[in-house]
């Protein structure tokens, strides 16, 4: 199985801030990365998908990139309603999931 | 816009099934997409239990295959999710979602709030 290894595995920010987290990957995954953002008690929300592409409603300030192990998401200005966990999920053979980065204020 | 929610048993019992059921609204499962289950252990990761096809054909977490059944009830306007012989390690927050995207390509667009399921005697 592809192992995904996501660090920090939180980080503090504070609003406006630019933050970046990774996620590698145990093996080559080419560009089939997804991001996920997840606030306490419900369910994640689909941020990017093929590790850099946007999903629809999502702002513009997510932003990803990436390919073959090593994978990243930006948020260019942190904003109140993005303190969260971000998980990423890759689709190369059985699905698969990282612990998490959680995102806390500073 | 699809919704999905979750419904079963909040509890179960050690070596008993677990059954929950996902209700579709807003989109036709007939017309496409997979439909799968993700659980959440309390405070951990999320894993992915398995998705069905609108056709009927299935996939399944090989660590969770030999106990995992998902299917569709007959008016196809929900599907559901069975885990037999669980254990305390089953206990999670389960989450129904809708599964988008090419086999490589499989990312999970819409989900449930999530129902938690505790496995206790």
């Known amino acids: 199985d592809i192992q995904l290894t996501q660090s920090p595995s939180s980080l503090s920010a504070s609003v406006g801030d630019r933050v970046t987290f990774t996620c590698r990957a145990s093996q080559s995954i080419a560009r089939y990365l997804n991001w996920y953002q997840q606030k306490p008690g419900k369910a994640p929300k689909l941020l990017i998908y093929g590790a850099s592409s946007l999903h629809s409603g999502v702002p513009s300030r997510f932003s990803g990139s990436g390919s073959g192990t090593d994978f990243t998401l930006t948020i260019s200005s942190l904003q109140p309603e993005d303190f969260a966990s971000y998980f990423c999920q890759q689709s190369h053979g059985t699905l698969g999931f990282g612990q998490g980065t959680k995102v806390e204020l500073k | 816009q699809v919704q999905l929610q979750e419904s079963g048993p909040g509890l179960v019992k050690p070596s008993e099934t677990l059954s929950l059921t996902c209700a579709v609204s807003g989109f036709s499962i007939s017309s496409g997409y997979y439909w799968g289950w993700i659980r959440q252990p309390p405070g951990k990761g999320l894993e992915w239990i398995g998705h069905?096809?609108?056709?009927?054909?299935?996939d399944y977490n090989p660590s969770l295959k030999s106990r995992v059944t998902i299917s569709f009830d007959t008016s196809k306007k929900q599907f559901s999710l069975k885990l037999s012989s669980v254990t305390a390690a089953d206990t999670a927050v389960y989450y129904c979602a809708r599964v988008t995207g090419a086999p490589e390509t499989r990312r999970f667009d819409s989900w449930g709030q999530g129902t938690l399921v505790t496995v206790s005697s």
């Open positions: 069905i096809y609108h056709s009927g054909g299935t």
